[in-house]
């Protein structure tokens, strides 16, 4: 092979030099473009977490609100009141038949079961956790002490909070539970005293998907009395428990045991008069999306 002479080795070296400076550009904008989709990728993560987040803590303040709407229909049957909400990134559903309570009295000589059907559904807002997440078993009570039976004419009538409950069969979800609850009122007049309470029941009503609305109707109410009571005792129990919703998912600070929770109470006795009770419950349709 012909050796080159000095003028090809001096132009080689001089090409070399040409070369290395396109070479850097190249790099450096291949680096800059994935930088770039790097930002962007990070930037929309960060909107949309933070708009998810937005979405769910407006959603807990339309869960407070319709806590207390349902109290406003429940004991005046024919009235209705319509809750607007906003959801891009999570939704709201009606769980029917989700929470049994039953009543049992005692009048001195041992407990009775009160015939008396008390079933109800809970409205539920779900954020999907791969959007939005506070931690598993994560629980902020919101309108209560949580406890399913409060005491005072304040006292709310739904029990509503924010849980974190995975995994279930449904999936993964950061959840607004609002929880139909009871409320006890003691009054005396003269010698003899009365304890009422009040307890709403959730049924479904129609779902048309038409809006992003819930309505309340207040259906019926149910009264039930029984004099010479020295004992109340409530129970609660998760009819849909292999599913998740169990006492885990329902986190009442009362007494727990196999069957679900218990909370008793004692009633004031005046002289030799046990008391009065009264237990009004009422009748409430929920209807999803009804008006568009």
Do not use: H
Request: hydrophobic share 35%; proline share 4%; net charge neutral.
């Amino acid at each position: 092979m012909r050796p080159l002479c000095q003028r090809q080795k001096q132009m080689m070296r001089s090409n070399n030099r040409a070369i290395s400076p396109a070479i850097s550009t190249v790099i450096m904008t291949s680096a800059i473009v994935v930088l770039v989709f790097v930002s962007m990728t990070y930037a929309q993560t960060y909107l949309s977490s933070s708009m998810a987040q937005n979405e769910f803590n407006s959603n807990k303040q339309f869960m407070q609100t319709t806590g207390l709407q349902i109290d406003d229909v429940a004991w005046m049957t024919g009235r209705t009141q319509t809750i607007v909400y906003t959801a891009t990134y999570g939704s709201v559903e009606f769980l029917p038949q989700s929470l049994n309570y039953s009543m049992e009295i005692n009048e001195g000589s041992g407990w009775q079961l009160v015939n008396l059907t008390l079933q109800t559904g809970i409205v539920l807002y779900n954020m999907p956790s791969n959007t939005y997440t506070l931690g598993k078993n994560y629980l902020d009570q919101l309108s209560s002490n949580g406890s399913f039976l409060q005491e005072g004419p304040s006292a709310p009538v739904s029990d509503v909070y924010a849980i974190e409950k995975v995994p279930m069969s449904d999936g993964n979800f950061l959840r607004v539970a609002a929880v139909p609850s009871i409320r006890m009122l003691s009054t005396s007049v003269g010698s003899q005293s009365y304890v009422e309470f009040y307890l709403p029941l959730l049924q479904s009503g129609t779902n048309l998907g038409l809006s992003q609305s819930v309505t309340l109707t207040g259906k019926s109410i149910t009264q039930y009395v029984q004099s010479g009571v020295t004992a109340v005792r409530f129970n609660a129990t998760f009819p849909l428990a292999s599913n998740g919703f169990d006492s885990g998912f329902f986190p009442f600070k009362n007494t727990l045991s196999n069957n679900g929770y218990s909370v008793t109470v004692t009633l004031p006795n005046s002289g030799n008069s046990n008391s009065t009770v009264e237990m009004y419950v009422g009748d409430v349709s929920v209807s999803m999306g009804l008006y568009g």
